[in-house]
Each structure stands twice: as C-alpha cells, then as structure tokens.
C-alpha cells in the first residue's frame, strides 16, 4: 500500500527543460479543475496545456522556477521568471480562453508595470502555483515559493510579486512574508460588457501581493 503523502519523502530542485511536458501537464490539470480565474473563463486543459508548452522553454531558461517530486511523480510547481519576461509572440492565441485572464492580470500589474526598468528587472515574478489534489495540506505550495526566492536571492533579485487569485494562495503567500499591495474585485471587473468573473464561489478578488527579498 502506497505511504500516505504525509509520510513520503518530497524532493524539490529547480525545473528545466527535462520537466516541461510533466510541469505543463500538472499546471494544466490543476488550474483548468481548480484556479478561480481558468475555471470561470471556461479554459481547459488542452488549451492550457499547449500555451504552456508554448511558453515553457523561454520561461523555465529564467531558472526560478521550483518543482516537488514524490519519486519520478511531479506533484508540485511554481513558475517564477523576472517581472520583465515576457511570452513569445502568439503564445497566449493558443488559450482562445485566455484574453479576459489577462486582461484582469493587466489591470491588477498596471501600476506597478510603471516602475522603472531598472527595479523591475530585479524583481521575481511568481505566475502559477500548483500542487496536486491528493498532495495539498503538507506546506508543499509554502516550500516551492520560498524555494523560488532563495534562488532568486542568488541571482541578485531584491523583491518578489505575485498575482494571488483566491484565498488559498494569499495565505501561502502571506505565510512567505507577502504582503497585499492592490487588488481587484472579481464582481467590479468588466470585459468587453461582461462580467466574467463574478460567479466565482469562495474568492472575491485577486490580489497582487508583494515582498522585499
């Protein structure tokens, strides 16, 4: 009988080019089932999956990004590159879902996005965070996310955001010493006429939390 996940040994070490499909896969299964912001814009996990796929080789070679393995099993994620990368061109047409995720992503970082060049380059940006279902509870999300800062913290970065999407992920983040900077109400966000967001259960805004490194 399988040990129960509170009883196995978790390895963590930085993602890379050898994750991307399993890293893509987990991402893709996790927020297309349980992310507040995928679920409601109807983004599924083949969408998903290609974007990421997509995006994964420029993202992953910024070598922030921390993984959790229960043996060969990838059970843990976190995507984090400096606030400044950028997708490849076309990346995000792959998502036909995804134009109101970024645009409410756009709104909630338009402040910041005006800092100056200079401090954005040296600022970690965490995108996703998952863990899988049966692998939640164990402080796995905590210990991903401050992996990712302490590499980051090698690498001469000096402060750390992120785009916290329900309060499960504001108490990770909180927990890793991250503090609210804005948000926006899921029920106040408008596109294109629609309010796409405001059937979400159990999450009122997504926050843009922030922390110096």
């Known amino acids: 009988m399988p040990l129960p996940a509170s009883h196995r040994k978790i ?3 930085q993602l890379g080019p050898r994750d991307l499909r399993s890293w893509a896969r987990l991402i ?28 994964g080789p420029s993202a992953l070679g910024e070598n922030c990004s921390y993984g959790a393995w229960d043996g060969t099993e990838l059970v843990g994620a976190a995507l984090a590159t400096a606030f400044t990368w950028a997708p490849p061109d076309g990346a995000e047409a792959l998502s036909p879902s995804y134009p ?3 645009a409410i992503i756009g709104e909630l970082e338009a402040a910041f996005e005006t800092q100056p060049r200079e401090r954005l380059q040296r600022c970690l940006h965490i995108h996703m965070l998952a863990v899988s279902q049966q692998f939640r509870s164990y402080r796995i999300a905590e210990k991903l996310v ?3 800062i ?12 992120t785009d916290a999407t329900n309060p499960a992920s504001q108490q990770v983040f909180r927990k890793a010493g991250f503090a609210q900077l804005t948000e926006v109400r899921y029920a106040d966000f408008d596109f294109d006429g629609n ?3 405001d059937d979400i259960e159990n999450a ?8 110096a490194i």
């Open 11 to 13: 390895q963590y070490r």
């Open 146 to 148: 401050q992996n990712s």
């Open 28 to 55: 893709a299964g996790v927020f297309s089932r349980d992310e507040p912001l995928a679920v409601a814009a109807g983004q599924s996990r083949e969408e998903l999956e290609n974007m990421l796929l997509t995006i």
């Open 150 to 161: 302490d590499v980051a913290a090698t690498r001469g970065f000096q402060e750390a955001i």
């Open 100 to 102: 109101p995720i970024g």
């Open 204 to 211: 009122a805004e997504i926050a843009l939390m922030w922390r």
């Open 195 to 197: 309010h796409i967001f």
